[in-house]
């Protein structure tokens, strides 16, 4: 990946981003847009003007970065995500984590939608990403080494921080919420899978299947990031259940959730 097209990225952000590190950061996938309470307001830069980020081409991402605080935390949130199925290679994917980086963020929180694959979930379930699996065969880290991001050979042994996905359990737990541990098989879309894919991800261990956050946490991990991963289910997988998949049934799964995802951001958040 090319750092000049992330220098001027975070040459665009303005000198405040860079003063304090964040305590957090995180990225705020489908449906999960509006899960934030944000107090006071620092920085909000719609991803259109940042240079080489570019507006998100997908429904329900806001597609704005805010730096805020909340109850004395500094919180840097990426609302909405490019994807690798957009056509415009990795460097969009992951320029949200490499500007945490250069922040000097240790700790971030992914989020999604996804599709249900172990039969105990339903949609409206949260799944805590334990691990994860990359279908997709190709990976943002290939190119030449930048010693920044990490080794060349960057350990994936706990991508997902334990004691993070404690703290998500414990907040599942005190919110009463639907939350079990799992594995997220990322593919690229955009089409979504077909049954026998299901059947063979199935069998492979994953629980639940989407179209992101793996880039991000690959490249997050290999920067030494401290990572938790939220799945929401937004649909059962292709073929678990008779009907078909469409991306409108993924949207309103975020809106009905939506006072669910933000009780459990807020609570992780006062857990950090
Ligand atoms: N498959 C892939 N990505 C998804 C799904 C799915 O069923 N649901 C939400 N994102």
Redesign the pocket.
């Known amino acids: 990946m090319n750092t000049q097209f992330f220098d001027n990225a975070a040459g665009y952000l303005p000198d405040v981003c860079f003063e304090r590190l964040p305590d957090v950061g995180i990225m705020l996938g489908?449906g999960w847009g509006e899960a934030l309470r944000m107090d006071n307001v620092l920085v909000r830069i719609a991803y259109a003007d940042i240079p080489g980020l570019g507006a998100s081409t997908v429904r329900g991402h806001t597609g704005e970065f805010v730096l805020y605080e909340r109850e004395g935390r500094r919180i840097a949130a990426w609302c909405g995500r490019r994807h690798y199925y957009e056509g415009v290679g990795w460097e969009p994917v992951v320029l949200p984590i490499e500007i945490l980086r250069r922040m000097g963020c240790g700790t971030l929180l992914l989020t999604n939608?996804?599709?249900g694959i172990n039969p105990a979930l339903k949609p409206g379930d949260f799944v805590i990403i334990r691990d994860h699996i990359n279908l997709v065969g190709a990976n943002p880290l290939i190119g030449p080494h930048n010693p920044e991001w990490g080794e060349r050979f960057p350990d994936m042994t706990e991508v997902y921080h334990r004691h993070l996905s404690e703290l998500l359990h414990a907040s599942a737990n005190r919110l009463g919420l639907r939350a079990m541990d799992g594995v997220y098989a990322y593919?690229s879309?955009p089409c979504?899978?077909t049954p026998a894919e299901i059947q063979a991800y199935k069998a492979q261990g994953a629980d639940v299947?989407?179209?992101s956050t793996v880039p991000e946490a690959v490249f997050a991990k290999a920067c030494g990031m401290k990572i938790a991963g939220i799945s929401l289910v937004?649909?059962l997988?292709?073929g678990i259940s008779r009907r078909t998949?469409n991306h409108e049934e993924?949207v309103a799964a975020g809106e009905s959730a939506k006072p669910l995802m933000s009780a459990f951001i807020e609570d992780f958040l006062g857990r950090l």
Request: aromatic letters at 6%; charged letters at 5%.
């Open positions: 489908s939608a996804a599709g593919t879309g979504y899978e299947v989407g179209m937004s649909n997988a292709a998949l993924v």
